[in-house]
């Protein structure tokens, strides 16, 4: 079976970037990426293809290739639905905020009216594909609408998590570890719609990298990576507590540890905590299923690297206060970074927020840059904590354009993301304007602590 028309419903970090690299690949294939965000799909139309929503490293490059040749953003989800062969559903799937499961199940109404929408549109037969990541046996949901609401025709549901990590997406995907495809391979009809998914990533990924699973195997592992991913994270960050009491220094533990080649040197690195739109709901879903199916001590494993992550966040906040004698009560603390991780402009989850509102519940006042978080988006954070009123917010916070005006007349200043162009700023310059003593807090082991201590800086890094 060969793929003409692809649709992709959901045009987020996701599917925007995974759908331009699959066009770029594939010119003979059309793929049609919708979204019922108006503002987001125009974005994506700009004519200036560095408007585009999604800041990654090289994905303009690769939107203005595709774009009008075989990829296009639009708003109409049913004629994308109706003229495509394969359906990759690419929404989001957040933590539930109401209801059973509050505060951990993966709330799935965004899929399920995907599906409700694929069934009354479909004219003839689908391959539909979960981008997005789901609880395991949520195909066997999919299968259920789509079978029972639908005008007869056949649907193959195919499992295709998406591995890319933000800020290096488009690497990611052009190169992957790997392509994982679960399907219905009992069946001759599950297998060809495997084979016509496989087909397309052999465009430019080696067939052995492409992985062909049973569909539970497939959505399993996606929450697995995620919680493997996160446990590292959160493993290196208990041990960062113990090095700052003991005199070791994270990076070197990190190091010589991660030399092993059983452990491994990826996914090693200290910080104020793992942010990100993915790895703490991931996790809260695993621990919800783990729960729904009895397993408490599988729940509670999981849950600890959540609850190792707000330790994280909360003691990098603590340490600022006490450090600071013991109040921040209308002292200004500069803030680099609100990105979630370096090369991004996604602040979901960001530890950056939670620091802020711990601070702000202190009285501190905040100034903020970031190289690419929008002003409106830092205050959108901070209100949706229901923490202070609005207006609060916006008196005790302020965002700049430039890094210098941040740090100028600070008690204090704090790295709360990696991004490179940090490490290289007159640090010498930022001291002088600085009030005394000059306070630097390093939630992210970027800078140079010997350097910053020879200026006069009263150091603090995570770790050390
Ligand atoms: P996102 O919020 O950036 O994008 C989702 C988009 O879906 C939004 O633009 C939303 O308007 C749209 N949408 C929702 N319901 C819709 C509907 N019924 N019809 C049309 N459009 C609809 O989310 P994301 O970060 O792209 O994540 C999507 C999924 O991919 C999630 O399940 C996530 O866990 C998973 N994932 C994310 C990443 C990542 O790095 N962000 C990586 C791997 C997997
Ligand atoms: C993560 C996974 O890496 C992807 O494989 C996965 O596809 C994605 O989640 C998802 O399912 O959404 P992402 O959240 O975009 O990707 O970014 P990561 O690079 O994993 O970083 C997550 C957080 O962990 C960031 O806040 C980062 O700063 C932090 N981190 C990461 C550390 O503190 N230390 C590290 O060593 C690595």
Redesign the pocket.
């Known amino acids: 079976m060969k793929i003409k028309n692809i649709c992709c ?8 970037p995974t759908m331009a690299v699959i066009a770029q690949k594939c010119p003979e294939i059309n793929v049609t990426v ?4 108006e503002k ?1 799909i125009e974005a994506w139309n700009d004519e200036d293809v560095e408007n585009i929503p ?1 800041y990654e490293p090289g994905l303009s490059d690769v939107v203005s290739e595709a774009r009008g040749r075989n990829l296009f953003f639009s708003t109409d ?1 049913d004629a994308a639905i109706d003229q495509a062969d394969m359906i990759f559903i ?5 933590t539930k905020t109401y209801g059973i499961g509050k505060g951990m199940a ?1 709330d799935l109404k ?1 899929i399920e ?2 599906a409700r ?1 694929i069934a009354r549109v479909a004219k003839d037969d689908k391959i539909v594909v979960e ?4 609880p395991v046996r949520t195909a066997q949901a999919l299968k259920n609408i789509l079978d029972n609401t639908g005008n007869g025709v056949n649907y193959q549901i195919l499992s295709n ?6 800020g290096t ?1 488009v690497d990611d995907l052009m190169d992957p570890d790997r392509v994982l495809i679960g399907g219905d391979i009992d069946t001759e009809e599950g297998n060809e719609a495997v084979q016509a998914l496989v087909d397309i990533y052999a465009h430019w990924i080696p067939e052995d990298k492409i992985l062909t699973t049973n569909v539970w195997s497939s959505e399993l592992s ?1 929450l697995t990576a995620n919680a493997f991913l996160a446990q590292r994270v959160s493993s290196i960050n208990a041990m960062s507590e113990l090095c700052e009491k003991t005199g070791a220094d994270v990076s070197e533990v990190s190091k010589a540890v991660g030399m092993d080649s059983r452990i491994g040197s990826k996914f090693l690195k200290s910080s104020v905590g793992f942010g ?3 790895f703490q ?2 996790i809260l879903n695993l621990v919800y299923i783990a729960k729904s199916f009895g397993l408490n001590e599988v729940a509670d494993y999981w849950h600890q690297v959540i609850l190792m992550n707000d330790h994280q966040k909360k003691r990098f906040a603590a340490n600022i206060v006490k450090t600071l004698f013991n109040t921040v009560s209308g002292k200004k603390i500069a803030f680099l970074g609100w990105a979630f991780k370096k090369d991004t402009n ?1 602040t ?1 989850e960001s530890s950056a927020i939670y620091v802020a509102d711990y601070l702000l519940n202190e009285q501190a006042e905040i100034v903020v840059y970031d190289p690419k978080v929008k002003k409106e988006q830092i205050y959108a954070d901070l209100d949706y904590l229901n923490s202070r009123s609005e207006e609060e917010n916006r008196q005790r916070v302020t965002v700049v354009n430039q890094p210098y005006e941040a740090c100028q007349d600070a008690h204090a200043v704090a790295v709360l993301t990696e991004w490179d162009e940090f490490e290289g700023y007159d640090w010498q310059k930022i001291y002088d304007n600085m009030l005394k003593p000059a306070f630097l807090f390093d939630g992210r082991k970027l800078l140079d602590r010997k350097k910053k201590e020879e200026i006069g800086f009263e150091f603090y890094a995570i770790g050390s």
Do not use: W
Not at 34 to 37: L, M, S, T
Not at 90 to 94: D, F, I, K, Y
Not at 131 to 134: A, G, I, Q, V
Not at 161 to 166: G, K, R, T, V
């Open positions: 419903i959901g045009a987020g970090y996701v599917g925007g919708v979204d019922i965000n987001r999604i989800v690419s929404v989001n799937t957040p993966a965004y009216l995907c929408q981008k997005s990541t789901l998590p998406e591995f890319l990590a933000e997406a996606k990100g739109s993915c709901k991931d996604d979901r």
